[in-house]
């Protein structure tokens, strides 16, 4: 059992009603800090004996790790141990935490970042991000531009090879399609294009993310 917060209100009020957003910053990294520490401890206990052996490996010293959440930075206590003479292995030394943690940034810091960064300054994400969550000191503007780069780096290698045309056949073919169902929404750096045939403003609110494999045929053709 950990006590992690303890919180006293006097008179109930629209002031003391309920978290205050302090009071709620710090009861989440309270709770998340215990977490990791019984997350690592846990992890540590399962890789102190050898898998081949079942002998204790040599402890041969301990650094602290750097890792950056959303509810705060966390510094842990990283040991490194010897590996065990019963097996080779290509180094003398290894850190189970670092093998177990190679990004020192939580996938969730990284998406809000990201998503941040999208739609103001690098500067203002950060300070953004501190704002409601105890994420400690804002990250500098220059480390959160390299961290939404490789997100977005990360993201575009998932996709694939780029393609410069989805309709495949002939071009004589084309016009043999049967035309979509839906609407197409043809977009130039954020704006769309009016069709001539529009005949109001509503049928341009009328969008789809997902098109039949014959709308894709057709799209291209359009474009």
Known sequence: MHEVAQIDRDALSVDTLGLQLEEAMNLL?????VLI???????LAEQVACPSCSRARAH????????RTLFGTLHVRSPRWHHCPCQPQTTRTFSPLA?????RTTPELLYLESKFAGLVSYGLSAELLAEPL???????????????QATGERLESELGPEQAMFANGCRLDWDELPRPDLLLTVGLDGGYVHSSQQRSRARRLVRSHRWPEHADRRAGQVL
């Open 37 to 43: 520490d019984e997350q690592v401890r846990t992890c």
């Open 29 to 33: 990294q309270q709770v998340h800090a």
């Open 99 to 103: 093998a177990a943690l190679p990004e």
């Open 60 to 67: 041969k010293d301990t650094k602290t790790m750097v890792t």
């Open 134 to 148: 105890p994420i400690g000191r804002p990250p500098y503007a220059y480390a959160v531009r390299l961290r939404t």
